[in-house]
Nanobody, 118 residues
């Protein structure tokens, strides 16, 4: 079982920066894919970025060059550094861990709110 707790959300002005953190507890390994999703008001949840140790990181086009996903396996923590934030980046940001089992199992955090507004 894996539990995920996100933090770091808040209110920020356009052009500002935030760093989100997701701390995992339970059995979690380096082979797990860690990802950040977001869900804006009235929108479907969308993948923002994901990362698997030893593989390339993937980002949705709208955040490329502005967001960076990273992980510290020793701390069981994944981060999302966000810069040059735009109002359309607002939403609830969720952390997900995918266990590479057959079939794969997904674990989700409770989410953290990010609001970009002047």
């Amino acid at each position: 079982q894996v539990q995920l707790v996100e933090s770091g959300g808040g209110l920020v002005q356009p052009g500002g920066s935030l760093r989100l953190s997701c701390v995992a507890s339970g059995t979690i390994g380096e082979t797990y894919t860690m990802a950040w999703y977001r869900q804006g008001p009235g929108k479907q949840r969308e993948l923002v970025a994901d990362e698997t140790t030893g593989r390339t990181m993937d980002y949705t086009n709208s955040v490329k060059g502005r967001f960076t996903i990273s992980r510290d396996n020793a701390k069981k923590t994944v981060y999302l550094e966000m810069s040059d934030l735009k109002p359309e980046d607002s939403g609830v940001y969720y952390c997900k861990a995918r266990v590479p089992s057959i079939p794969p199992r997904d674990y989700w955090g409770q989410g953290t709110q990010v609001t970009v507004s002047s």
